[in-house]
C-alpha cells in the first residue's frame, strides 16, 4: 500500500486564491519531506526540503512568500500556494523517506490548475 | 553539486525485448545512492530499483537490472521482455550523502526518458 498519502489529487480554481496541499507519511515518522514542483514531460525539479518543527530549506529562485511550507508534525506536511495565478499551474509532489531505508516514496502529486 | 543526465528524450522497444536506458551522473560526493522511478501517464512516480555506490554488485529487481559502472559514471536500466504496461516515463535519480555517509536525503533527477512499447 501507498506509505506516502498526498491530497488533494486535483485543484481547480480562480486566480487569487489559495490552495493547501498535505503530504502525510503512513507509517513511518519523517522529519525531512520534500516538495517538487513538475511541468508536463520535463523532469521534477526539487523546490524545497521540510524540516520538521523549523523553516523550510528553499531552492534558489523558489519564492519563500509564494510556497509556504508548513511541518507540524513527524507525519505532516504541507504546501501552501499563496495567492495563485496561471503560471503557478503545474504538478506538485512530495516525498519522504522512512530514516531507516530506502527508498524515497512518492506522494501521488497534485494537479493544480489555476483559471 | 550533483548531475544526473538521461540523453534518450524518447525510446522505442517491441514487446518482450529487452531495452537499456542510459544514466550517466556527476557527483564530488564519496557515498551515493543511484535510483530509477517510473512515471505512468497518471503521474505517481513508482520506485524500480536502487543502487548504492558501494555496491559491488550490479541490483537487480525482477525484470529490472541497473547496469553499474562506477568508473564511466554510468547507471544505466535495463528492463527485460518489455511489456505494454512499462510505457511510461523513467527517471534516472541521485541522492548524495557526506563524508560520514549520511544521506542528504533530497533526491535530483535527470530529464527523463520516455519509452514506448509497441506490441
Known amino acids: 500500500g501507498a506509505v506516502v498519502s498526498q491530497h488533494p489529487s486535483w485543484v481547480i480554481c480562480k486566480s487569487g486564491t489559495s490552495v493547501k496541499i498535505e503530504c502525510r507519511s503512513l507509517?513511518?515518522?519523517?522529519?525531512?519531506m520534500f516538495w517538487y514542483r513538475q511541468f508536463p514531460k520535463q523532469s521534477l525539479m526539487l523546490m524545497a526540503t521540510s524540516n520538521e518543527g523549523s523553516k523550510a530549506t528553499y531552492e534558489q529562485g523558489v519564492e519563500k512568500d509564494k510556497f509556504l511550507i508548513n511541518h507540524a508534525s513527524l507525519t505532516l506536511s504541507t504546501l501552501t500556494v499563496t495567492s495563485a495565478h496561471p503560471e503557478d499551474s503545474s504538478f506538485y509532489i512530495c516525498s519522504a523517506r522512512d530514516p531507516w531505508s530506502q527508498p524515497q516514496h512518492f506522494g501521488d502529486g497534485t494537479r493544480l490548475s489555476i483559471l | 553539486a550533483q548531475k544526473i543526465t538521461q540523453t534518450q528524450p524518447g525510446m522505442f522497444v517491441q514487446e518482450k525485448e529487452a531495452v537499456t536506458l542510459d544514466c550517466t551522473y556527476d557527483?564530488?560526493?564519496?557515498?551515493?545512492?543511484l535510483f530509477w522511478y517510473k512515471q505512468p501517464s497518471s503521474g505517481e512516480m513508482i520506485f524500480l530499483i536502487y543502487q548504492g555506490s558501494y555496491d559491488e554488485q550490479n541490483a537487480t529487481e525482477g525484470r529490472y537490472s541497473l547496469n553499474f559502472q562506477k568508473a564511466r559514471k554510468s547507471a544505466n536500466l535495463v528492463i527485460s521482455a518489455s511489456q505494454l504496461g512499462d510505457s511510461a516515463m523513467y527517471f534516472c535519480?541521485?541522492?548524495?550523502?557526506?563524508?560520514?555517509?549520511?544521506?542528504?536525503?533530497?533526491?535530483?533527477f535527470g530529464q527523463g526518458t520516455i519509452l514506448t512499447v509497441h506490441p
Open positions: 507509517d513511518f515518522q519523517a522529519t525531512t
Open positions: 535519480a541521485m541522492e548524495g550523502a557526506n563524508a560520514g555517509g549520511t544521506s542528504y536525503g533530497k533526491l535530483t
Open positions: 557527483t564530488s560526493d564519496q557515498s551515493y545512492g
